[in-house]
């Protein structure tokens, strides 16, 4: 069975940093496609970072300079460092993979930015 466990959310204030991560189990990691997405209250959920299987990385406009995706293939975790957190940032994030036809979700964790 497939999970996806993100982690690190939390409350912090403007410009301040968070690190979530995401652990995978049950799933050939490595053949994944990566990425993080969020889900503001009252609007759609977007891409923020995109990770390929092949290391190529793409990044949401509103985020570009301050996040960055990384994986570790060996141990099955996606993570997301954010710097310069912004209050528009709030949202919950969500891990995912995608191969193929197959996608799979975390359950999410809630960031907040505010003073």
């Known amino acids: 069975q497939v999970q996806l466990v993100e982690s690190g959310g939390g409350l912090v204030q403007p410009g301040g940093s968070l690190r979530l991560s995401c652990a995978a189990s049950g799933i050939m990691f490595s053949f994944y496609a990566k990425g993080w997405y969020r889900q503001a209250p009252g609007k759609q959920r977007e891409l923020v970072a995109a990770?390929?299987?092949?290391?190529?990385?793409n990044y949401a406009d509103s985020v570009k300079g301050r996040f960055t995706i990384s994986r570790d293939n060996g141990k099955k975790m996606v993570y997301l460092q954010m710097n310069s957190l912004k209050p528009e940032d709030t949202a919950v994030y969500y891990c995912?993979?995608?191969?193929?036809?197959?996608?799979?979700w975390g359950q999410g964790t809630q960031v907040t930015v505010s003073a």
């Open positions: 990770l390929t299987s092949g290391g190529s990385t």
């Open positions: 995912n993979l995608q191969w193929g036809t197959s996608t799979y």
